[in-house]
């Protein structure tokens, strides 16, 4: 390892300890469930913080961000598509993954450090096998840091910047740049689990690409690059953007319920608001037989949890076993739930040996302290699932 190489682990290491110290501080703080534009734009959090022509300061953290005048749009399109080769919807899917692929190449290393390439290496020519060694023995020194993830956050954060970017100067509508962007944060999501891991991925990431777009070369460019990045993560979690206890809960599962079934059975004023619910509901179908509400964790929670009436203790412990939808997906399930929504923190909601939901409990209670969906009278074998009631 050169001297350079040393400092950079140092300073990559220093600050990842750091992040787990502050992390660790943060542990019993209440979990922030972040909604999807939310989540799906903090996650070109680096990037974002990037001046691109024709967007004056930078695109902020609102997903969907407009040039706010035409010279300003003609000045974003012409460098998006000089510098990228974007200029329309097929052009910026082909181009996001031509310029922002490098957990591939970090995919390919890992292949072989685990005694299983994905190729032979005499398979490449003289230059392709000088390119990859280099980018392989360089990348050896930060897979402490990142592990299977590789350098995937760096890729997603690019690839929302870019997506953004050509929604703002009219390339892509809002609804193209939403579908596009939720691609890249269904894999945040099925990779990370919080934003101390994202960050590390990213700045590792920051460090491989620099390090390749100078010829493969350690130029002293990398740490400066390095030094950029660790000032704009530590901005982010300062500021509260990349929170130490958020994340988004909607997990992307294949849900019992289709989207041609989902009926609006909520007025306007529930837009947005959300709610969480087992995925023995959302995934497997079985009705809700338990609500309880508890102090809302953000402004878009209602507070409100469905549960199926089965989870026990290990089940409930391990947060990937829920989901925060939207509470009109989440009555789709069971419309009877709905006569309850407006009910105080506090209130307690189970279904009868009839099968009717019921109050058993409606006191309430501001701490909104995990009442447990088994106690009582709550039943805890519903049967076969029943989806939808």
Known sequence: MTPQMESITQTIRSFKEALIAKQLEHQDDPQEILDEDTFCAILSGLPSFRRLPGVPEHMGFDLIYHCDTPENTEELRNYLESVFGVKDEDSLVAQKHEFFHIFNEYYDFACEWDGHPNFPLEDLDEDGRTAYTKSRDFSVNLRDFVGAQGYAAWDIGERIMLIRAACACGIISDNTCRQLVIDEARVANELFDNFVDFAISSLCGAVYFIFVSMGRNEDEGISGFLDINMKIVSKLMEDDIWSFNAWCEKNYKQLAIQDDQIQPLLGPEYRGITGIASDHIL?????????????????????????????????????????????????????????????????????????????????????????DPNDGNAPTNPGEPIAFG
């Not at 809700?288 to 929670?301: G, H, Q, T, W, Y």
């Not at 407006?342 to 189970?350: C, D, K, R, S």
């Not at 040996?353 to 501001?366: A, F, R, T, V």
Request: with cysteine.
């Open 283 to 371: 995934c497997d179908g079985f009705r809700i037989a338990v609500m309880f509400r508890e102090k809302p964790l953000s402004n878009s929670d209602s507070g409100w949890r469905f549960f199926a009436g089965d989870e026990d203790q290990e089940y409930l412990g391990n947060h990937r076993n829920f989901g925060a939808l939207e509470l009109n997906l989440i009555c789709n399930y069971a419309p009877d739930s709905i006569e309850f929504l407006e009910l105080p923190v506090g209130t307690f909601v189970a279904r009868n040996e009839n099968g009717k939901l019921q109050i058993l409990q409606d006191i309430p209670n501001p701490n909104g302290n995990n009442n």
